[in-house]
């Protein structure tokens, strides 16, 4: 038996998303198909205006339905620092944390040559744009420790030499409440390496 | 800062599915904010279409686009026999198993005293007249083994006690390559209980 034409085109989308395989998206359809019409309505469409209404804020990158985010327009956020991001889903996670006050920069992707992605293809020119035009005092690259990761934050610290800001990056290291019987060698390394002298 | 508001109407759809939390259904949604118009239009068209288009068969009560379903309209399959299930998504897991050719019969539901459902609120009405104005040699009862799957079993086979055709429930036991050790008491008395003499 196969399942009816609209069902199996519900699957097959659910399918396509993270983390959700065949047994899952046949459990979500069968659960979307005992939801209410007025849910279904507006999970329909709210698909639709995710894709129609969302669009990248001028300046930082982040998402937003208007021309400038939220964060940029926020006048009581220190606007001196920027805390460089590689996707708008990190602000929301960074936010929720409530330690972070400046402005952020999404680049919207990493240098990554085996993909073919180039600094052209990220938001780096528009980051230099705005340490050039606004007063900027420091950026902290926020970027994850991997090889695309640490190439982009080498490029963008090379292309800021001489700018006259302090450039800095999140400490990599053991997470507190970690056992370091059970840490990996890379991070291990990581964490003899930027070792800090307590006395 | 809180997310635009197509996106945050969608991660709220999406946090009322089954085993999806708050963290999963942001994750979800900005995965969805990445796909593809074309990707995008299907998923929303097909989550109207299953409300719009998807009805019940008259005969069995599987899900169908039409007014019976593809198994009620075999006629290869064997027809003296239905297998009573709880839930339509059942019918295409057993499918799967290739291990039945007869008919089904969708309950749509248990009977559960404690929820208000009476025996008139799931399909065994249906069922009934089927036993009687088809040619039916068995049935089987395919039931979760649980309070309401059980008080089920035991209605639907009292109520067809003079009908002369065969009741069957499927075994409950211990599942093949299930260690002793780990088996729950219940399902360990419900073997013994079922016991089978070998010689």
Redesign the interface.
């Known amino acids: ?7 199996s ?2 699957i097959n ?1 659910l399918k ?5 395989g065949e047994k ?1 998206a ?8 005992s ?1 209410d ?1 007025e ?13 129609q ?2 669009k990248r804020c001028e300046i930082c990158g982040n ?3 208007n021309d400038i ?3 940029c327009n926020d006048n009581s956020r220190n606007s001196d620092i920027i805390c460089v991001i590689e ?3 990190y ?2 996670l960074l ?1 929720k944390m409530k330690c972070y006050n400046g402005k952020y920069h999404v680049l919207n992707g990493l240098i990554s040559p085996m993909n073919g992605i180039s600094p052209d293809d990220i938001n780096i020119k528009s980051l230099i744009q705005r340490i050039e035009n606004e007063n900027i005092n420091e950026i902290i690259l926020a970027i994850s420790p991997t090889l695309e990761g640490q190439t982009t934050s080498l490029y963008i610290s090379k292309l800021l030499e001489d700018k006259n800001i302090i450039i800095s990056k999140i400490a990599y290291g053991i997470p507190l409440g970690a056992d370091i019987e059970y840490l990996d060698p890379m991070t291990f390394s990581m964490a003899i390496e930027n070792r800090n002298k307590i006395s």
């Open positions: 038996m196969s399942y009816p034409n609209s069902l085109n519900l989308c396509q998303l993270p983390s959700i899952t046949e459990r979500l359809a069968f659960a979307l198909l939801k019409e849910y279904i309505k507006l999970f329909s469409s709210s698909l639709l205006d995710i894709k209404k969302i998402i937003t339905e985010c939220e964060i996707d708008a889903k602000i929301n936010e």
